[in-house]
């Protein structure tokens, strides 16, 4: 369950990069990730929560421009990597399977970004427009992140 867990927040990383780690925060500070006494510690603090949630939405501002790159860039792409295999880690740091979890999480990755990059794609030709596509994604992107973290706990 901790495995699948860590894959779908690496999904949402795939989705949005700095969602993830912001729904991560969220649920540390809230106490539904028990992550202290581990190397994570820090994800619960009020600052970590800040921080990820301003860059989660500077995110979504940016990304409805029209001069913002393609998630499959190798900067984009490895951003959202990282951030799966980050927000994994964490997830799979709770229970003692920081491994684990950050495997997961970067696969979720991988298949958020391109899973994501298509599904974009196709609502955007359905819409005739890419803005209603991305409202869609950052709200599938935000509340399956908090739900994920959730059930966590």
Do not use: N
């Amino acid at each position: 369950m901790l495995y699948l867990l860590a894959l779908l927040i690496g999904i949402i990383a795939g989705l949005r990069a700095m969602t993830a780690p912001a729904a991560v925060a969220w649920g540390a500070y809230l106490g539904w990730l028990p992550v202290a006494g581990t190397w994570v510690s820090f994800m619960g603090h009020w600052a970590t929560v800040g921080i990820f949630t301003i860059l989660a939405i500077v995110e979504l501002v940016t990304d409805q421009l029209p001069s913002t790159p393609s998630r499959k860039v190798p900067q984009q792409f490895g951003a959202r990597i990282i951030m799966g295999a980050f927000t994994g880690a964490v997830i799979g740091a709770t229970a003692g399977s920081t491994i684990g979890g950050l495997i997961a999480g970067a696969i979720g990755a991988v298949i958020g970004t391109y899973g994501g990059a298509e599904a974009r794609g196709r609502l955007a030709a359905a819409f005739g427009q890419d803005r209603p596509a991305a409202l869609i994604e950052d709200a599938v992107a935000i509340i399956c992140g908090l739900l994920i973290v959730a059930a966590v706990a």
